[in-house]
């Protein structure tokens, strides 16, 4: 069974960075980032396929955003620079054990962690 909880949201002013951080037990194939702003659907930022550790990126994300995790696989994170505004948003942690899988679909991920805050301001 896995377990995940995000930790590291704040607020920080634009061109700003933040550092969230996924506690993740257990085995999975894929972990993600997704946000979801008020009023916006939920989206995919960045997932992690875990058997080659290759990285995958919204257009949103990338030169931005890294994805990693630690050599244990308990903690996923998502480094985060040249912060906007408009990356404000509720971000959470997800995963799946599918092995054939879109690694930006919600339907991928079954484990779903809680959210944390990010609000940057102009």
């Known amino acids: 069974h896995i377990q995940l909880e995000e930790s590291g949201g704040g607020s920080v002013q634009a061109g700003g960075s933040l550092k969230l951080t996924c506690a993740a037990s257990g085995s999975r194939t894929y972990v993600a980032w997704f946000r979801q702003a008020p009023g916006k659907e939920r989206e995919a930022v960045a997932s992690l396929e875990d058997r080659n550790n290759r990285a995958f990126y919204a257009d949103s994300a990338k030169g931005r955003f890294t994805i990693s995790q630690d050599s244990s696989e308990n903690w996923v994170y998502l480094h985060m620079n040249s912060l906007k505004p408009a990356d404000s948003a509720m971000y959470y942690c997800?995963?799946?054990?599918?092995?054939?899988?879109?690694?930006?679909?919600?339907?991928?991920?079954?484990?779903w962690g809680r959210g944390t805050q990010v609000t940057v301001s102009s």
């Open positions: 997800a995963a799946s054990t599918r092995w054939i899988a879109s690694p930006f679909s919600q339907s991928t991920y079954s484990y």
